[in-house]
């Protein structure tokens, strides 16, 4: 039987190049600000793929045995070793590529707050832009990648798991 941990490494960088080239083709074509639903649903598909593929492969490798706990093992490395990738680009994207990231955001955030409410005080403009400011550091952003893809990752192998799972006869 052969180990998890090759496994994770490798899908995980496959995972975290992937992405970070997608993500580098949106900085380039200025849509990296955007919160357009395609985009997302794109980011879901690749991340879903190379965890399903991790799983299948491991699976495929071990004489066609997987159990539950192994793919859900497989998918949270995965997606661990592709948050480290994603954390690295982040910050170098904010810190390098571009020092002015967060401001434009925040710009860009203000501006959407104000066209969706427009009945909205400034006191109350104020209280959101403030909370708004307290989640915009690299910690937090961190944070939330990792928070984020681990579970993504675990609902992900989850399924697959459940899917593809092959006890071993005793």
Do not use: C, W
């Amino acid at each position: 039987m052969k180990t998890n941990t090759s496994y994770m490494v490798k899908f995980g960088g496959i995972l975290g190049g992937v992405s970070v080239i997608f993500a580098l083709m949106l900085f380039t074509l200025d849509m990296h600000y955007g919160q357009e639903p395609l985009v997302n649903y794109v980011n879901y598909a690749i991340s879903i793929g190379v965890i399903v593929l991790g799983i299948y492969t491991f699976r495929k490798d071990n004489e066609g045995f997987l159990s539950l706990s192994q793919a859900i093992k497989l998918g949270l490395g995965i997606s661990l070793i592709s948050a480290i990738i994603a954390l690295v680009y982040t910050g170098l994207l904010m810190n390098v590529i571009e020092p002015t990231y967060m401001e434009t955001v925040s710009e860009l955030t203000k501006s959407k707050i104000i066209d969706e409410n427009p009945e909205m005080t400034q006191e109350q403009l104020n209280a959101a832009l403030d909370m708004m400011e307290k989640f915009q550091g690299f910690g937090v952003i961190a944070g939330f990648i990792l928070i984020f893809s681990l579970f993504f990752g675990f609902l992900t192998s989850l399924v697959a798991g459940l899917i593809l799972k092959k006890a071993r006869p005793e």
